[in-house]
């Protein structure tokens, strides 16, 4: 069954959007344009039996709707990342204007500061205000407005099209419009991520991969991860798929047969997945493990999650079996889920003394740690496959049980 997308958004993006996913052909894509973003609520209700998910073309109208409470199916929207900030840049110095003296709306200001650093652009005279919730037209406005005053700004770039209509008869004024790699990535994400809804797996895996060099077989090699391949701008590869066949594809984040392939033909390789569920949010967490992954040694592979849970992989070269859990090495094992060995060492001694199982409560009194933090352990221990729910355990306690967990260290 062909998926039908709503694409919400101003006219001109929607239309973007639209052209470039047609290229696809994967879904039905249907244009619900804005005259101004104050409208999306509405359009989202009226459309929302039409559909089978939204699809909005920025943060700013995605956010309205969700606060809104009216996002009743799969929803994201396309982030304007770093490479849509870096052409405009280009563009604007192409035009002879002054980008180091530039005010930013919507835009976080750690990627607006790394993209600028990145071009080797000075960055003491730029100011960033990244969006939140209830950020209005007219605050951004006044942003740029009050940029210009205090620190003689000569640029605004915008992020949001009734800001950059007001601004455009005041000063240099430039509207970002996301990549055609950022439409087509959602896109594919949101495909997947709708029509994994039925199968009970909502979430986006986004893996990023980077070779020495090119290499023919991979497209063979991602065949069981179900998804799509395609290039980044820097050379490197961009995986979209679900958490659902990444869990698969991986026996539970347990190992990691695709790294194992590509290190047998490449002196290096370096793997991120990142998982979550947006694909603004997926492709966040990539980079984060990508990074983890290049800082590990030559070879790795990392699957970051919310909740700062990391799972590290290092390649077999020499074509074992992977070894039973609870038969890791300690020092492998505390890699993997990305604890100390001690930690781990601490962990598997109390282990023995709750035959039964143990909980949060049992872990943060053992390691000295915060609840918040025991659960996050376990939840990274669950998710490498050396930990699983057992049931629940009232412990003379109010409220809702705690969870019991089984450890295989």
Partial sequence: ??????????????????????????????????RHESETVTIVEESGERVDAFLFTGIVPYTIAADAGVLTRPSMYVPYDGATLLRALVELLRLGHDVTRASIDTLRRSEVLETLTEAKLPTDHVNVLPYRPGLSSDDIVAF?????????????????????????????????????YSIRATLQALVLTTSGRHAGDAQVALGMIELPGPDDHLAGDLVTLGGSLAALPD??????????????????????????????????????????????????LARRALNRATSIGDTAGVVSMAEDIDIVFEPDREGHRPPERGQESLPLVARRVGLSAQT??????????????????????????????????????????????????????????????????
């Fill in 1 to 34: 069954m062909t998926l039908t997308l709503g694409i919400v958004g101003a006219e001109d993006l929607v239309h973007r959007v639209v052209a470039v996913g047609t290229e696809d052909g994967s879904a039905t894509l249907l244009p619900l344009p804005y």
């Fill in 144 to 180: 740029h407005r009050s940029a210009r005053e205090r620190d003689d700004t000569r640029v605004a770039i915008t992020c949001l099209g009734s800001a950059f209509h007001q601004l455009e008869t005041e000063m240099q004024a430039i509207r970002l419009a996301p990549s055609r």
């Fill in 344 to 409: 781990v060492l601490r962990l598997r001694d109390l282990t023995t003394t709750r035959p039964d199982g143990l909980t949060a409560h049992d872990v943060a009194e053992h390691l000295l740690v915060q609840q918040r933090t025991a659960r996050r352990i376990l939840k990274r221990l669950e998710r490498a496959g050396l930990a699983a729910p057992m049931g629940s355990r009232q412990e003379g306690r109010t409220g809702r049980p705690p969870t019991v967990y089984s450890l295989h260290l």
């Fill in 235 to 284: 050379g490197g590869h961009l995986v979209v798929t679900t958490r659902g066949l990444l869990e698969q594809a991986t026996g539970q984040f347990t190992r990691m047969p695709i790294l194992d392939r590509l290190a047998a033909r490449h002196p290096a390789v370096h793997i991120g997945f990142g998982v979550g569920r947006t694909a603004a949010d997926a492709e966040s």
